[in-house]
């Protein structure tokens, strides 16, 4: 089995957030977070980072939908509109072309669950590169859990004392920042699943220059 260290990054630097969130509010509750770390410390401090990371990525996937819901969807299915600034107009119609040669449906089919797309990356990483695609995904996943992180760490704040709701709204634009570069993250994963797709078995590498009008990875 392949080790996949960023998968686990992940998950502990999110909870790890509201760990700290938690250990300055309620010292009492975890008093290891505020002492020096012995072994044994720094390890059960792992394990609860580990679980309380799980079960805030598990707010992250509501937390997306609500975003997505207001953003018309999940990128991936913005080439099923009439226009998009995910594609350029010639790739939406290289896509359409592609689409109906491999799997006889057009573009508008994207829109209709995420099975179709499955099907477009798992043929990207048999035949093509997907190292950018996983590089995207991995750091929307990311900022997805610290977005839920801090916006938790705000509601703990006014838990412990209202009064201090100016700190809380600081907590809250800082999941609103991190909330924005899992947008970010999102659109270019939704891209590069494209561009890549596009690029393989002789239908042409996509234009760079294309690519490079439609913004940075970062």
């Known amino acids: 089995m392949k080790f996949d260290a960023y998968e686990y990054v992940g998950v502990i630097v999110p909870g790890s957030v509201v760990l700290v969130a ?61 226009t998009t600034g995910l594609l350029s107009e010639s790739q939406l119609l290289r896509l359409d072309e592609r689409l109906r040669h491999d799997f006889g449906c057009g ?12 099907e477009i990356v798992v043929r990207v990483r048999q035949d093509g590169d997907a190292d950018r695609i996983d590089k995207f995904n991995r750091n929307y996943g990311l900022m997805r859990g610290i977005a839920v992180a801090f916006i938790v760490s705000a509601g703990l704040v006014l838990l412990q004392d209202r009064s201090l709701w100016p700190e809380a709204v600081g907590v809250v634009v800082i999941a609103g920042i991190a909330t924005y570069r899992m947008i970010r993250f999102g659109i ?15 239908t042409g590498a996509v234009d760079d220059t294309e690519l490079n009008d439609q913004g940075s990875s970062t």
């Open 22 to 82: 938690c250990s300055t509010l309620y010292p009492n509750a975890l008093p290891m977070m505020t002492s020096t770390l012995s072994v044994g410390d720094l390890g059960l401090t792992l394990i609860l980072a580990f679980v309380a990371g799980h079960l805030l990525q598990a707010g992250g996937n509501v937390w997306e939908s609500i975003i997505w819901w207001f953003a018309g969807g999940m990128p991936t299915s913005w080439p099923a509109k009439t």
């Open 107 to 118: 573009r508008d089919k994207v829109d209709s669950g995420r099975g179709l797309i499955r």
């Open 188 to 202: 270019h994963y939704a891209r590069e699943v494209y561009a890549e797709y596009l690029s393989l078995g002789g």
